[in-house]
């Protein structure tokens, strides 16, 4: 037993140092004389030769032979030893810089390689292709019998791509047919119709599966564009598919000749009223105008259905279709929002001092007294009502001035202070002091808005209607009067015209108006007063711009001074021969606007959640105590500059 197993160790030892022997010579630039050697002792001389680091799979087992006749240098050993592991089914899969897996090659193309770059023909590699003409699907087909049976050969239809794992000689030829193939080919053809239209022979070409495109081919490979304009349609394809398509076109367009009298058009967006009379001109001209003989064009339509009946030649329908698919298209809207400021405040200051003396009934003292206009209470009045007696009923007088007493001492205002008395002559003395400061802030916010089809009016009013008394008729006693009114609209109105132009710049045609109850004439009339706030003009505006439409600013301020000629300018007790007055009132009134056009539903959603969004937040919360200056700048801060986007 000893003796047989030492003389096979001898052998291998023998055969390993052979083995080493011819190793060290190529590294030296000799001769290689691998014989039967085990595979995993050549990979470990080349990784001395070459420096590289080879992680070696289990399945990597075998003995080979190489043999050369000539010094090999460094990467000609190594490109001999990708070789040698290629024809005993093994590959070398760089993984890192330096660094190899061994496995066999069933397992290469799942191991991967490198994407691109350059390799030895006989190590596996990644290739991402792109095809610009011919269909990945095709080429994929036509590639799969030249590649190796490990290779994997996959098409990327949706981006028209071929990804190619392979060894990279084969990937090198794969590129060689692929620019054979990837060669546009195609012609074009434009097929002119008689009798149907273009769009119309469009869908019946592509319901035959005749798709174009670089993804995905039809069955022809054919691309049919519709040209309604010239009513023809434009084939792109390979030669002898686009002949057979002209073909196909043609002889549909022959027999179509006599069912294309009548023809239905329903619309999808304009009102088919108000196309009508548009239509019916243009059929007058086609048919030669008025006083020419009656024709065979007639346009009729359905209102039920929103369609349009055109009895027509081929000719003259085409040319209708024409005019209804450039009028039906869907019309975009423009979301207008106003915002009406009004500021006001007037302050006003009065002081006045009256006095009165008069004598007794036998005229003993003379009459002195001072009155000044439009100042209460009329201390005249207050006296005349006290001198005639307060039970003397008989008297005529003594009621209406009372009542003109009674009067003046409501009409007044601030604080009255004063004092009265008879001596014991009879002699009436008496003295009103009156001070009044008054001080009105009016604040008023007012946001309108509104939503309208493009090149389309629209109004909104929000406020009451008024009698407003136009005439009055007394009956032949003069009572039972017979009064006629009408009714007046006050409050916030605005109407409005916009108009789309290019680069959406939206032209609106404005009508502004702002309309309030003041009060009445006088205590002693029923007729009202109204403020009357009005804007009418045209403007410019682009998408989403705040722009100013006018204003108001005004400042009046008057002082008046009634007094006794040279008494009232007396320094210090001039003070009681004159009554002051000062008041001072400002108004602030300014009108902007906000067009926003809206082109989809998008947009719609969008500017229907913001104005929820406002409705529920001031529903949630207390009425906020914001000034219409904050607001105003809260929407010009949201208007995005030099952007023609909705804010949002």
Not at 46 to 57: A, E, N, P
Not at 429 to 434: A, E, K, P, Q, V
Not at 533 to 542: Q, S
Not at 629 to 636: N, Y
Request: glycine share 10%; proline share 5%.
């Amino acid at each position: 037993m000893t003796q047989s197993v030492l003389p096979r160790f001898l052998i291998a030892a023998l055969a390993a140092l052979c083995l080493i022997a011819p190793a060290a010579t190529a590294q030296s630039g000799q001769v290689l004389n691998y014989r039967d050697a085990d595979i995993r002792a050549v990979i470990d001389d080349v990784s001395l030769v070459t420096g590289y680091t080879f992680i070696v799979d289990p399945a990597v087992t075998g003995m080979v032979t190489i043999t050369s006749q000539t010094p090999l240098s460094e990467d000609e050993f190594f490109a001999v030893f990708l070789s040698t592991l290629r024809v005993n089914g093994f590959t070398a899969v760089r993984t890192a810089p330096g660094t190899y897996q061994i496995v066999p090659d069933q397992e290469a193309a799942r191991a991967g390689g490198p994407v691109g770059g350059t390799a030895n023909g006989d190590q596996f590699v990644t290739a991402v292709i792109r095809l610009n003409h011919a269909s990945a699907r095709g080429a994929a087909g036509a590639l799969r019998p030249i590649m190796s049976p490990q290779g994997i050969v996959n098409s990327v239809d949706g981006t028209n791509i071929i990804v190619l794992v392979d060894y990279a000689a084969n990937v090198d030829r794969a590129r060689g047919v692929i620019a054979g193939l990837d060669r546009d080919t195609s012609v074009y053809e434009v097929v002119t119709l008689a009798n149907v239209g273009a769009n119309d022979m469009a869908q019946i070409i592509e319901g035959m599966g005749v798709r174009g495109g670089s993804g995905e081919d039809g069955i022809y490979g054919v691309t049919v564009v519709p040209v309604p304009s010239s009513n023809s349609v434009l084939l792109r394809g390979d030669r002898d598919a686009v002949a057979r398509m002209r073909e196909l076109a043609q002889q549909v367009d022959a027999v179509s000749v006599s069912t294309q009298d009548y023809r239905v058009v329903t619309l999808s967006h304009a009102d088919g009223a108000t196309l009508l009379p548009i239509l019916e001109g243009i059929s007058a001209q086609l048919s030669g105008g008025e006083g020419a003989p009656a024709s065979s064009i007639s346009v009729a339509f359905h209102a039920q259905t929103n369609s349009l009946i055109i009895n027509a030649p081929p000719d003259a329908q085409r040319q209708l279709e024409a005019v209804i698919r450039q009028l039906d298209v869907r019309r975009p809207q423009v979301l207008v929002e106003a915002i009406i400021v009004e500021i006001s405040d007037t302050a006003a200051r009065d002081l006045g001092v009256q006095f009165l003396l008069s004598g007794d009934t036998d005229g003993d003292a003379p009459f002195l007294m001072t009155r000044y206009r439009g100042v209460n209470p009329d201390l005249l009045a207050i006296a005349g009502a006290l001198t005639v007696g307060e039970n003397d009923e008989s008297n005529p007088a003594n009621p209406s001035l009372r009542d003109l007493a009674l009067a003046s001492l409501l009409n007044a205002g601030g604080i009255t202070a004063g004092f009265a008395g008879e001596d014991g002559s009879g002699n009436i003395f008496g003295l009103i002091l009156n001070a009044l400061q008054a001080d009105v802030n009016s604040n008023i916010l007012s946001t309108p808005s509104i939503l309208t089809l493009d090149n389309q009016e629209a109004s909104i009013l929000v406020g009451q209607q008024i009698p407003i008394t136009t005439g009055e008729v007394l009956s032949s006693n003069n009572n039972n009067p017979f009064r006629t009114i009408e009714r007046q609209d006050v409050g916030v109105q605005l109407e409005v015209r916009p108009l789309i132009n290019d680069g959406d710049t939206i032209q609106l045609f404005i009508r502004q108006e702002v309309s309030s109850v003041f009060g009445t004439v006088s205590n002693n009339s029923d007729e009202l007063i109204t403020n009357q706030r009005e804007i009418e003009t045209t403007v410019l505006a682009d998408n989403g711009e705040i722009i100013v439409l006018g204003g108001l600013i005004q400042r009046d301020e008057q002082e008046s001074v009634s007094g006794v000629p040279g008494l009232s300018r007396l320094p210090g007790v001039g003070r009681l021969f004159r009554s002051e007055g000062r008041s001072a009132s400002r108004t602030n009134l300014m009108v902007f606007i906000r067009p926003t056009i809206i082109r989809s539903a998008a947009d719609m959603r969008g500017a229907t959640a913001e104005s929820y969004a406002r409705v529920r937040t001031g529903a949630a919360a207390t009425p906020p105590q914001i000034s219409e200056l904050e607001a105003i700048a809260d929407m010009i801060a949201s208007a995005p500059a030099g952007s023609a986007d909705r804010p949002q």
